[in-house]
């Protein structure tokens, strides 16, 4: 059994800054690419960052010099640094995994979810 567990979610005002951490847990025997998400009521989920194994990233556009994606595969947790945080950052932001658990084919497994408000 595999879980991602999230943590550093909250309420800051518009300028601050937040540091959310994933960790995985349970049978791994590689973790592929991890990522952060967002979903705020009735809309759907969107890509915030990912990045590989490697250490590649990808950013979606409105988050680009303000978010950074960082991992520490030793500890399998990865972490999304929050910098400049603006209202329409508010959201539920959602950890995600493929991992190898198993066996070597990968699947996607989500956390629960932490929520971010920003204030104005």
């Known amino acids: 059994q595999v879980q991602l567990v999230e943590s550093g979610g909250g309420l800051v005002q518009a300028g601050g800054s937040l540091r959310l951490s994933c960790a995985a847990s349970?049978?791994?025997?590689?973790?592929?690419?991890m990522g952060w998400y967002r979903q705020t009521p009735g809309k759907q989920r969107e890509l915030v960052a990912t990045i590989t194994s490697g250490s590649s990233t990808n950013y979606a556009d409105s988050v680009k010099g303000r978010l950074t994606i960082s991992r520490d595969n030793a500890k399998n947790t990865v972490y999304l640094q929050m910098n400049s945080l603006q209202p329409e950052d508010t959201a539920v932001y959602y950890c995600?995994?493929?991992?190898?658990?198993?066996?070597?084919?990968?699947?996607?497994?989500w956390g629960q979810g932490t929520r971010v408000t920003v204030s104005s």
């Open positions: 349970g049978t791994i025997l590689s973790i592929n690419v």
């Open positions: 995600n995994a493929k991992i190898a658990s198993r066996s070597w084919h990968f699947y996607d497994y």
